[in-house]
């Protein structure tokens, strides 16, 4: 299929019409873009969501109902953008010749529509590559990866939305036009058409293998995901291990108490006393920002019932302090709406046993709607937040 001319390579730089395969082509290119375009917008929504839920704004609260909204949305986030990949690198293989085109620019809107392929292809491929160095949690980089990534998918969705705005009339045409057309050798609507079926295969396949982080009919499959729902102590993968997190003897040590504290006054229970007051049971997913989620069973007490021991009011927040002295995850806010949902819980056990301590024991939070990071673990105290 290399129908490359060399001999005419090597004598002046190469013009788009040296690239003879068939894949370089609008209307693979308009069909690879589509389903590029698809990718992208619904990570950056399903992103825009998920950012909402770990960084709550006063002018838009989420509810805490759907109890699974934030591990569809994450999850959601976190395929699409691995889809992205194959297909990025498919688009550009199958448009790269026009970086050839002569005259090299023929006018501002030309320019306009070169500048922004520039800044697409450099933020996806950031876009791409962070997020997915983060699922597996290396952060080879010294800026916050959350406001980077969120800041320049903005620049990313804002070079897809004028390339398709200038390319329209391109992108219309080249739809209609049938991948094989009836003027054309038999040969290259074969490899146009096997070209496609590569690409969608390969998605399919990239999707099947890393939705079983989530999806737990298919986690046998999960083989390029570094964490599987079911595998790890008391069959949930571990975020963060006690040892870790510097809490292992705090966490183990007898004369642990939990501390109450609101405008009422400050309780403090010891493991026992919390395991006499009424106990629930709920099932609520971990829901990780890399995109695993795994259900489970959890047993404690209604996070309701310990807040009014030091409150009277129904509307306020409260912050969750772990017994974790360093760390950003160590402490997170409840907002007043999930404080009185009655499957937020401070949890002492996991299906039926003891909480392991690597999933914080003595007592840990879990609430519904609610992403990973913030289901604080090694549980020091409960503050009640103010407004
Ligand atoms: N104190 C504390 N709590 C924490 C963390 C942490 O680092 N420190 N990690 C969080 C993250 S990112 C996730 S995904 C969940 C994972 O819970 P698990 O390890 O029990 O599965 O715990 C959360 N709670
Ligand atoms: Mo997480």
Not at 65 to 74: D, E, F, K, T
Not at 128 to 136: D, M, R, S
Not at 159 to 185: F, N, Q, Y
Not at 319 to 332: D, H, T, W
Request: aromatic share 6%; charged share 15%; with cysteine.
């Amino acid at each position: 299929m290399a129908r490359t001319r060399l001999s005419n390579l090597r004598r002046r730089p190469p013009e788009q019409a040296d690239f003879g395969s068939p894949v370089h082509d609008p209307r693979v290119v308009a069909r690879v873009g589509v389903l590029l375009a698809a990718a992208i917008v619904t990570a950056f929504v399903t992103g825009l969501l998920s950012h909402l839920h770990q960084h709550p704004a006063a002018w838009l609260p989420l509810p805490p109902a759907p109890v699974w909204g934030y591990r569809l949305s994450q999850g959601v986030h976190v395929a699409a953008g691995l889809a992205a990949i194959p297909l990025l690198l498919a688009k550009m293989y199958a448009a790269y010749p026009a970086l050839f085109q002569r005259p090299r620019l023929r006018g501002p809107l030309h320019a306009l529509e070169r500048g922004s392929v520039a800044v697409l292809v450099a933020t996806a491929i950031f876009q791409l590559a962070t997020g997915l160095l983060n699922i597996f949690q290396w952060y080879p980089w010294s800026f916050s990866f959350v406001k980077v990534h969120l800041a320049v998918a903005w620049v990313l969705v804002g070079s897809v939305v004028v390339h398709v705005a200038v390319k329209l009339p391109t992108i219309v045409d080249a739809l209609r036009d049938p991948v094989a057309g009836p003027a054309e050798p038999d040969d290259d609507s074969t490899t146009r058409r096997g070209f496609l079926a590569g690409v969608a295969v390969t998605v399919l396949g990239v999707t099947a293998l890393t939705v079983g982080q989530t999806v737990s009919p298919l986690s046998g499959a999960a083989i390029l995901s570094p964490r599987r729902s079911g595998v790890g102590v008391q069959g949930l993968p571990v975020n963060r291990t006690a040892s870790s997190a510097g809490v292992l003897d705090r966490a183990t040590d007898p004369a642990w108490r939990l501390t109450v504290r609101g405008p009422g006054g400050t309780v403090q229970l010891s493991r026992a006393e919390l395991e006499e007051l009424p106990q629930v049971a709920v099932v609520l997913p971990i829901a990780c920002v890399e995109g695993w989620s795994t259900t489970a069973t959890w047993r404690g007490v209604r996070v309701a019932d310990l807040v009014d021991l030091v409150s009277e009011r129904d509307d306020v927040d409260v912050r969750f302090v772990s017994l974790q002295e360093v760390g950003s995850y160590r402490q997170s806010v409840l907002p007043a709406a999930y404080v009185r949902h009655p499957e937020s819980v401070v949890a002492l056990q996991l299906g039926s046993e003891a909480l392991d301590v690597d999933h914080g024991y003595p007592a840990r939070l879990v609430a519904p709607n609610r992403p990973g990071v913030l289901q604080t673990k090694w549980l020091d105290r409960l503050e009640v937040v103010e407004a």
